[in-house]
């Protein structure tokens, strides 16, 4: 029988951390933000812009991150008659006052650097380019990708469901970026949800091959969030000290099957269920569990990863829990879109 998890040093309460002045200036930013744009009720609640895709020189290949695959999602849809372009949401790029709601000022001044963006994409030759380059071609698309999964979350309390065809970049907190994170994108929409949703209490579920240690270190002493992180421990970041912010953690070995994967997730989400009563829901659903993943080594089927989503948006569905769904980690190119979630669960 599942119980429920070890207590760790944040409490699953909804209590809320002490104000600070810090406090005010992200509440101004957030206030201010123009990210929050409205969405005409033509629309659907999926978020995505050609300006997601990073390609430059085929230096993106150099790494096995597909950071061409956020179009190839969308092109599948619309080619499956799922999906009309017209209907697509586009957001707005974040701006330097939004990431300053999370990030440090030095942090963001250490991307002016070619060499530390390089380090943070795992691309090394990406320190060799002029850093106007290196804004254009990788920064601003991730900052497109920022701005849609912080729309997503007004749509998804809006609609009850959203997906950004991006972000999830996990491994990013305030003041440090990696695996191909540069920003915290996580971080940044549950910020702007608790100031402008009317949000107080907001569920992680991070089912990402590799440990989501950016948002649990940004979360290390916030009682509103839950984090119910779902990974390989045998694989990066090896995050020890941001484990101990986990709220509920789930380890899954190298080489795990489907049907032992599905099975830890049903007991998982039973047991999250009991443990905390969220007012919205952010799904971090990387499909790097795919059997051959270069970098997740677990053996989960195209259809078991279907039916990991429709799992996690039935949790929120059963419960009318709003719930925004991020793509996060590596789509193998074999893979193309065909593993991407329907909609049409809603």
């Not at 909804?14 to 009720?41: E, F, H, M, N, W």
């Not at 950016?214 to 694989?235: A, K």
């Not at 677990?298 to 719930?323: C, M, N, W, Y």
Request: glycine share 6%.
């Amino acid at each position: 029988m599942s119980t429920l998890p070890p207590a760790n040093p944040k409490a699953s309460s909804s209590s809320s951390p002490p104000a600070t002045g810090a406090d005010g200036a992200r509440a101004r930013r957030i206030l201010s933000s123009k990210l929050y744009s409205d969405v005409p009720p033509s629309k659907v609640p999926l978020v995505y812009s050609p300006s997601y895709d990073i390609a430059f020189l085929g230096i993106e290949k150099l790494h096995p991150f597909d950071s061409s695959k956020w179009g190839r999602i969308c092109q599948f849809l619309i080619s499956e008659g799922a999906l009309v372009k017209s209907r697509i949401v586009e957001p707005l790029e974040a701006s330097k006052e939004d990431l300053l709601v999370v990030h440090s000022e030095s942090y963001l001044n250490s991307l002016k650097s070619s060499a530390r963006v390089a380090m943070i994409v795992e691309v090394p030759p990406v320190a060799l380019l002029p850093n106007c380059l290196v804004d254009q071609k990788v920064l601003r698309p991730f900052l497109k990708q920022v701005g849609g999964t912080i729309l997503a979350a007004k749509l998804a309390k809006e609609r009850g469901w959203a997906i950004n065809v991006g972000g999830g970049f996990h491994h990013c907190s305030a003041d440090q970026g990696g695996g191909f994170c540069a920003y915290a994108d996580i971080s940044l929409c549950i910020h702007f949800a608790f100031a402008r949703l009317n949000i107080s209490r907001v569920m992680i579920i991070d089912l990402d091959a590799h440990q989501g240690n950016g948002h649990e270190i940004d979360f290390s002493h916030d009682r509103r969030v839950y984090i119910l992180d779902m990974f390989n421990p045998q694989i990066y970041p090896f995050d020890y000290e941001a484990r101990k912010y986990i709220d509920q953690k789930v380890e899954v070995m190298s080489g795990t099957s489907t049907t032992a994967y599905l099975k830890k997730l049903d007991e998982a989400l039973e047991v999250a269920a009991r443990a905390f009563d969220p007012e919205l829901v952010v799904y971090n659903a990387g499909t790097d569990i795919l059997e051959g993943d270069p970098l997740g080594r677990l053996k989960i089927t195209p259809d078991g990863i279907t039916s990991r989503d429709e799992k996690v948006f039935q949790f929120a569905r059963e419960r009318s829990i709003p719930i925004v769904m991020v793509t996060s980690g590596v789509l193998p190119l074999y893979a193309s879109a065909s593993t991407f979630p329907s909609a049409t669960i809603w």
